[in-house]
Each structure stands twice: as C-alpha cells, then as structure tokens.
C-alpha cells in the first residue's frame, strides 16, 4: 500500500523487516513471530485460530475455484 492514504512511510514500513533480515541481535534471531515496529506483538486472535484459518481458506477456495492445501 503506498500512496498519500498510506498508514506509514516506504522508510518506517521496511524498517522492522529489513532489521530483522540483518541484524544479529538475539531478539531479531526468532521465527515464527508478529512484529510491528522493532518489537514483537500478539497477532489478532484469529491468526492463531485454526477453525478461522480454515473457514477462510474454504472461503478462498469458493471464490476462486482454486483449491489450497
């Protein structure tokens, strides 16, 4: 999303990934994990909701036609 309707600049939106590409800091080396803004943050709910994953994954699939694994 870019633009002047953008919710952050090019700069701040790389800044979190392109840190977490290169830095050797102990707390950028995890995976698996949401971040905003250099630090780590709870994902919304539904993120780890398996049910909702796959309702949503149905919902892709009947729209589309295209079927995900």
């Avoid at 990934?17 to 919304?44: C, D, F, I, K």
Wanted: net charge negative; hydrophobic share 40%; charged share 15%.
């Amino acid at each position: 999303m870019g633009g002047a309707l953008a919710p952050v600049s090019v700069d701040t939106g790389q800044r979190t990934q392109s840190w977490l590409a290169v830095s050797n800091e102990h707390t950028a080396m995890v995976s698996g994990h949401y971040w905003h803004n250099l630090r780590q943050q709870q994902p919304a709910s539904e993120a780890t909701d398996v049910g909702f994953q796959d309702q949503l994954i149905a919902e892709f699939r009947s729209l589309t036609d295209v079927p995900l694994a």
